[in-house]
């Protein structure tokens, strides 16, 4: 079901930035990072089963973060960093990430990505998938006081980008990126291919809803005028493209 975006008021020039979460936004990494859990589980912990499956319930999420909110061992994050960073080769673009971003430079959209990575490993990242080129900033969760789902990681984009929140929306897969976005007084987009669950991000309260990541481009579109809010008691539809309107006031795919 396709629908039509509504962008609140407050941003009479439209949308001048965007900032994207990377894990499962732009990238396919789920798979790597559930091995890259397992293996540092085994290493630090020992026997038994390496609880993957909790792991992923904190999409979004610094993993010191998550390590420390499910009990496990700090220790746990360098073997971590180390077998992500042996498998990267199998981290792939989301299909029609680079001609996205390609088309909102065009359209001279602000881009910054926001991530529960530490930067240096965000950045290694795009630039071994060539997306680092298409993007103005890269903020990772080590280089902000408090990571996702504060605020601070989507102001210090916006800070670099000198863009003021009510121009701006955040792209994210789980519901610290939308909590985030929130907090810093942007429009919090729900994007449906990342790694969370319909159910989990419409419970989250997103202000718009993403079935693709070509769903954007609506949100962006400089020919198109920002119309007026909708009422606030909507929610956001599903498989396609819908808005709530909210005013300024108003774990990165995956840990990492």
């Known amino acids: ?150 605020p601070d990681i989507v102001r210090r984009a916006l800070e670099l980008l000198d863009v003021a929140p009510a121009d701006a929306l955040m792209v994210g897969d789980a519901p610290s990126d939308l909590a985030s976005a929130r907090a810093a007084g942007v429009l919090a987009v729900a994007a449906l291919w990342g790694e969370s669950d319909a159910a989990t991000l419409l419970a989250a309260g997103p202000d718009v809803v993403l079935a693709g990541l070509g769903e954007l481009l609506p949100l962006c579109d400089p020919s198109c005028p920002a119309p007026g809010a909708t009422p606030p008691g909507d929610r956001p539809a599903t498989g396609g493209l819908a808005a709530l309107g909210r005013g300024p006031d108003g774990v990165d795919g995956h840990a990492g």
């Open 1 to 150: 079901m396709a629908g039509v975006a509504v962008r609140r008021s407050g941003a009479p020039g439209g949308v001048r930035a965007v900032v994207l979460d990377l894990d499962g936004v732009l990238v396919d990494s789920l798979a790597v990072a559930r091995e890259a859990f397992a293996l540092a589980y085994a290493e630090v912990v020992g026997g038994g089963v390496a609880p993957v499956d909790e792991y992923c319930r904190h999409p979004g999420r610094y993993l010191p973060d998550v390590l420390r909110l499910m009990g496990l061992p700090a220790a746990m994050a360098d073997p971590f960093v180390r077998e992500s960073n042996r498998l990267a080769h199998l981290v792939t673009p989301v299909p029609g990430a680079a001609g996205l971003l390609g088309v909102l430079r065009g359209r001279g959209i602000g881009l910054a990505v926001a991530t529960g990575r530490s930067g240096v490993r965000a950045r290694d990242l795009l630039g071994r998938l060539d997306l680092l080129r298409l993007v103005d900033h890269v903020v990772g969760s080590d280089e902000v006081a408090h990571p996702k789902p504060a």
